[in-house]
């Protein structure tokens, strides 16, 4: 349910920009972040199916779940504010904001490693020894983008981090070799 009222604030956010396109001045690298987060949010939903192998869901477990799914609703709702009077743009407010999105998007990142681990050693060892490069990875960019403002720093971030995160989706859970 929290999974998808994220997907919501993300779909009423992209509905907005179409239904008022001169109302709020696009941002690419902001559209590219709503992109990620779409792809990253029902990547998520797809994998805690691979929770039904844990045989004792515990009170904890649903506990951190709940906590996690916020985290993914929080990083949505980051993405579209109530409110854009106090910006110039979206790519304006997003860079104001990329300490609390990074911050939180690092803190996912954290999670996800509890949430392998609740998978167990099978799952983890499917994921091979790219799964801890890529969360240590992206952590540390995430700390770097939380203080970096350079656009071109986070140009190639935003546009790298979803081409990854595309890959990652496709060779672990689709149908690439």
Known sequence: MILGLGVARLLNGVAGL????????LSWLHLCWVTYMLVSVTAFWWWEFELAEVSALTFETYAFLIAYTAMQFLLCSLLFPTDMSEYASFQDYFMSRRAWFFGLLAATY???????????ARYLAHLGMEYPIRIVALT?????????????????????????LISYILRFYGSLP
């Open 18 to 25: 179409v239904q008022h396109p001169k109302t709020e001045r």
């Open 110 to 120: 954290a999670m996800d490693v509890i949430d392998t681990r609740l998978k167990g």
């Open 140 to 164: 540390a960019l995430c700390v770097i983008a939380g203080f970096v403002r350079d656009r071109r720093f986070h140009a190639v971030f935003a546009a790298g981090g979803l081409a990854y």
